[in-house]
């Protein structure tokens, strides 16, 4: 694992295995922002919404979300699957809180320290449930309202993208919750469609992808 500068200044890691990085070398920080904040929990009209992420990795979108949490006065329950956590010394090297919030670098750790498989309370509008386990095989429950989808990509680990795990996600968000990814290709858009969701292409973050997906589940 690498890390690296991102170009608004924000690490993030490259794995060689897989040839990939966890973000976009655009900008890690903005494209978080943007696809999951502004067009995913933004959008929502969910008061207390329950997010669920695909691929905790980082914990950037775990990290901006209870930020958002704090700053909206709003609720937040956050689920995340990850197969392979990192380790501290990487999460440190990150170091997310100097260039975000400096002020909330407890926060950040409070997240990372959180224990697994087991929901824990980490600030007042925020509780976080990591789940340590493989994202194609868990068998989620229901109640979602927001779904960030962050995988590494379907060239990558073509996997995570089918249309039994789209199905399933489709299953277990609410009416009128929403999925948010990256990854704007027509095939996952199609699997998304045949799932149910009604699929938005939106304009990508400042900088990067040209387009983004946004599916909504419209009851
Ligand atoms: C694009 S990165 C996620 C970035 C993350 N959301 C962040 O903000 O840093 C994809 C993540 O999916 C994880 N992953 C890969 N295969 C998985 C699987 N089968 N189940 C759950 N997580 C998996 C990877 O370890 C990695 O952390």
């Given amino acids: 694992m690498e890390i690296e500068k991102t ?5 993030t890691l490259f794995v060689p295995e897989l040839n990939e990085h966890y973000h ?16 995913g929990l933004k959008h929502s009209q969910a008061t207390s919404p329950h997010i669920l992420e695909i691929g905790f990795g980082t914990g950037l979108n775990a990290f901006l979300t209870s930020l958002e949490a704090k700053k909206e006065n709003r609720n ?5 699957i990850e197969k392979y956590p990192l380790d501290m010394e990487t999460i440190k090297l990150l170091d997310y809180p100097k260039l975000i919030a400096p002020e909330e670098s407890e926060l ?30 868990y068998n989620f429950s229901k ?9 590494f990509a379907p060239e990558k680990q073509p996997e995570m993208w089918s249309q039994t795990l789209f199905d399933n996600l489709y299953e277990v968000l609410n009416d ?20 149910g969701f009604i699929v938005e292409r939106l304009a990508g973050p400042p900088g990067g992808k040209r387009e983004i997906l946004r599916g909504t589940k419209k009851k």
């Avoid at 937040?76 to 995340?80: G, L, M």
């Avoid at 224990?115 to 194609?136: A, C, M, R």
């Fill in 7 to 11: 170009a608004d200044g924000s690490y």
């Fill in 24 to 39: 976009s070398v655009k900008g890690a920080l903005t494209e978080s922002e943007h696809i999951f904040i502004n067009m």
């Fill in 76 to 80: 937040i329950f956050y689920t995340t």
């Fill in 108 to 137: 950040f750790y409070s997240i990372h320290n959180a224990e697994w498989n087991s929901p824990q309370t980490v600030s007042e509008h925020f509780t976080i449930e990591k789940i340590e386990g493989d994202f194609t095989e």
């Fill in 143 to 151: 109640g979602y309202d927001i779904i960030y989808f962050d995988a």
């Fill in 176 to 195: 009128n919750g929403i999925l948010t990814t990256y990854c704007a290709k027509g095939v996952v858009r199609r699997m998304l469609q045949k799932a």
